[in-house]
């Protein structure tokens, strides 16, 4: 165990130390890992005295949140307002208070796989993620982050610092949905998140972008296939069935031991129109149909 006393000294560690290190904040995700033999690390290093590292911020019309804030203090956040109230909505889903005061943020993005909630709603806000060396610095959007399960864009001498996405505006709403097998503690059959933004005068959908904790591999991606069908036009029965029928084509999903192929691919339909209608009331104040 290797405990470093400020920043400076972590990123000095790992430029000197880059086999078998693995970094832990609270452990919610790499002691559960360990006990399965997942992975076996020659040397943890323990983050989670660098308090410099939980915090959330908004400069200018940016939203900055530290790798260790906990999945509690962000939903807790004054920050986190009513337009960016998703963040609660995937805290209430999260876990148990032991653990959303635990988990961090980092930790969540870091372990880059479909059980992770915090992915799907920083795909929809195109949010960006700040890496750190002692050489400097690395800002990447989280698609060129997330490259696999368990595999990310981070070098061995490398940190995540903080997560960035330009704040929603007045004619912007997000919205979070998952499924599975209670209303919270647990891991998602489907979870979605929808960022919509809307011209209000003509109902034209001027942007969305839409992520799924999967659409064709194990980690959570953007369907913009989907998205590309909704985009420029506007919010009609006529064009959402075009939607659905865009994001049927678009799925790729496939069964395990939870559940079938056939039942994730019809909740992501239920769940993405469930997330459009929800961002459509917050923005126009009344019901999609």
């Given at each position: 165990?290797?405990?470093p006393?400020?920043?400076?000294d972590?990123?000095?560690y790992?430029?000197?130390?880059?086999?078998?290190v693995?970094?832990i904040?609270?452990?919610?995700d790499l002691?559960?890992?360990?006990q399965r033999?997942e992975?076996?690390?020659?040397?943890i290093?323990?983050l989670s005295?660098?308090?410099?590292?939980?915090?959330v911020?908004k400069?200018?019309?940016?939203?900055k949140?530290?790798?260790?804030?906990?999945i509690?203090?962000?939903?807790?956040?004054?920050?986190?307002?009513?337009?960016?109230?998703?963040f609660r909505?995937?805290?209430?889903?999260?876990?148990?208070?032991?653990?959303?005061n635990?988990?961090?943020?980092?930790?969540?993005?870091?372990?880059?796989?479909?059980?992770e909630?915090?992915l799907?709603?920083?795909?929809?806000?195109?949010?960006?993620?700040r890496?750190?060396?002692?050489?400097?610095?690395?800002l990447?959007?989280?698609?060129?982050?997330?490259k696999?399960?368990?595999l990310?864009e981070?070098?061995?001498?490398?940190?995540l610092?903080?997560?960035?996405?330009?704040?929603?505006?007045?004619?912007?709403?997000?919205a979070?949905?998952?499924?599975?097998?209670?209303?919270?503690l647990?891991i998602a059959?489907?979870s979605?998140?929808?960022?919509l933004?809307?011209?209000?005068r003509?109902?034209?959908?001027?942007?969305?972008?839409i992520a799924?904790?999967r659409?064709?591999?194990?980690?959570p991606?953007?369907?913009?296939?989907?998205?590309?069908?909704?985009?420029?036009?506007?919010?009609t029965m006529?064009?959402?069935e075009?939607?659905?029928?865009?994001?049927?084509?678009?799925?790729?999903?496939?069964?395990?031991f939870?559940?079938s192929?056939?039942?994730?691919?019809?909740?992501a339909v239920?769940?993405?129109m469930?997330?459009?209608?929800?961002?459509y009331?917050?923005?126009?104040?009344?019901?999609?149909?």
């Amino acid at each position: 165990m290797y405990v470093p006393s400020d920043l400076t000294d972590l990123l000095e560690y790992l430029d000197t130390n880059q086999s078998g290190v693995n970094l832990i904040a609270n452990g919610s995700d790499l002691i559960n890992r360990i006990q399965r033999r997942e992975v076996t690390p020659r040397v943890i290093v323990d983050l989670s005295g660098l308090s410099e590292f939980n915090y959330v911020r908004k400069e200018e019309k940016t939203i900055k949140i530290g790798a260790l804030t906990t999945i509690a203090d962000l939903a807790s956040s004054p920050v986190i307002d009513s337009r960016h109230s998703v963040f609660r909505e995937v805290a209430t889903k999260f876990g148990g208070p032991s653990i959303q005061n635990v988990a961090t943020v980092g930790g969540n993005i870091c372990a880059a796989s479909s059980s992770e909630d915090l992915l799907p709603v920083l795909l929809a806000l195109d949010a960006k993620v700040r890496l750190k060396s002692k050489f400097g610095e690395r800002l990447l959007g989280i698609e060129e982050f997330l490259k696999g399960k368990r595999l990310v864009e981070l070098k061995a001498n490398e940190i995540l610092v903080e997560t960035i996405f330009q704040e929603l505006d007045e004619s912007s709403a997000c919205a979070f949905e998952k499924v599975g097998m209670r209303n919270s503690l647990i891991i998602a059959f489907v979870s979605t998140a929808v960022c919509l933004r809307l011209d209000k005068r003509s109902g034209r959908v001027d942007d969305v972008r839409i992520a799924f904790n999967r659409v064709a591999g194990k980690i959570p991606e953007r369907a913009k296939r989907t998205e590309d069908t909704l985009r420029g036009k506007p919010l009609t029965m006529q064009v959402l069935e075009e939607t659905k029928s865009a994001l049927r084509r678009e799925l790729r999903l496939s069964s395990d031991f939870r559940v079938s192929e056939e039942y994730r691919s019809e909740v992501a339909v239920v769940l993405f129109m469930r997330s459009i209608a929800r961002c459509y009331a917050t923005l126009v104040g009344r019901s999609l149909v």
